[in-house]
């Protein structure tokens, strides 16, 4: 590869990166519509469920807001991704409807069908049941949540907030990261390619393992031990983050990303959040991440991950041999630049 090239071509990337981040991230207006969506959206539910529950002897404890919104990773295009947390009343763990937990997303689904404002609702029967749709021309995505315990997602959303204190261009790298899996003629299918969710996981455990920023779980021991993930979970204070990591750019970090993850392929290894360790296993096609907090994987979504493998290297051959006018085109997640 011709490294003064590369050089010049990470420079490019690095302003495209920038100017990326700054043309999608929310601003004022978009995020209070979202705002203003969600809290809509929390009345309607609350209004429709509050009697189904009682009936059924259950309580709707919370509803709220998850996914990359919840870990200021959106842009101006995210969807707003909610998640209903339902108890029983009694506190047992069982079933809730029989054998169908997700009897309440259809019934919920039904009913948002009939109000206004919500346009192309529907039920989505995957491996994470949701319901999708658009509200006020903003779209969203309702999952839902059984029992006592605090939503891994919402925990999650916390966690990779206090990543972000460390590493400030955090949501430059994720957006970025982003546009290039859009760009695949298969970027949109969570089958291939992870959520926001397991990708921030895959972001934090590169950063950490290239001592971009520490490992949480051993700086602040007490803070981040899984008996403390409650809805309570706490920030860590402005005055107590240091200083830490490399000074690269967000650029060439993209591309030690790309190259950590094709020589670490993640169908040969496994991500343990714990410990930030990556874990050999055997082949398979799927995304394994142990979640920080528990034992729920992440990257469950993700059935086939060679769409997503070989993106990873057909964008870092890109990186080195595209010209320099064609650098915003690998990350814009609109040109399919991959297939080209």
Known sequence: MDQAKLHMNLEALNYDMSALYEEQRETPISIGKKTR???????????????????????????????SVAMSLSTHYSNLNLIICIEKTDGDEGQFFGNDNNAILRYLTEKL?????????NYIDEIVPSITGFKDNVAIQITSHYGTSVPTSY?????????????????????????????DQLGNNQQYFPNSYALSMMITHFLVE??????????????????????????????????????????????????YYINKPICSFSINMKNNEMVERNQSLGL??????????????????????E????????????ELWDMPRLIDGKSEIQNA
Request: net charge negative; proline share 7%; aromatic share 12%.
């Open 37 to 67: 969506t969600f809290d809509q959206l929390r009345v309607d539910i609350y209004n429709i469920l509050k009697t189904p529950c009682e009936e059924k002897q259950m309580t709707l404890k919370r509803i709220v807001p998850i996914g």
């Open 113 to 121: 069908k009939t109000l206004e404002g919500y346009e192309e609702i």
């Open 155 to 183: 925990i999650a959303a916390r966690f990779i907030t206090n990543v972000m204190k460390f590493y400030p261009s955090f949501a430059i790298l994720h957006i970025a990261l982003k546009g290039t899996f859009k760009n």
């Open 210 to 259: 290239k001592e971009f920023l520490p490992n949480l779980h051993q700086q602040y021991p007490e803070r981040f031990d899984p008996k403390n993930a409650t809805w309570d979970f706490e920030m860590i204070p402005d005055n107590d983050v240091l200083e830490f990591g490399k000074n690269e750019t967000p650029a060439q970090t993209l591309y030690h990303f790309l190259e």
């Open 288 to 309: 394994v991440i142990i979640d920080p907090f528990d034992d729920h994987n992440p990257g469950r979504l993700v059935t086939d991950n060679q769409p997503f493998i």
């Open 311 to 322: 993106c990873l290297k057909r964008t870092q051959k890109l990186i080195g041999t595209l």
